[in-house]
């Protein structure tokens, strides 16, 4: 759980670095994802997912 909690806390970092560093960034970036094809977006998230499974696994292993 506390591994759960650690990640949760990271992500709330990167995300709040984003909006509270370069707010307009993040406004233009939503605006492109809201213009992207859903195939696209269920793409990209699955790519992410992989990803970050990838990343857990080596730095555990």
Do not use: C, N
Request: aromatic content about 4%; charged content about 15%.
């Amino acid at each position: 759980m506390t591994d759960f909690l650690d990640a949760l806390g990271l992500v709330l970092v990167l995300e709040g670095v984003l909006y509270g560093l370069v707010p307009h960034l993040a406004k233009r970036l939503a605006d492109q994802v809201a213009g992207l094809p859903e195939p696209a977006l269920r793409l990209a998230g699955l790519a992410s997912v992989a990803i970050g499974v990838g990343i857990v696994w080596m730095v555990r292993r």
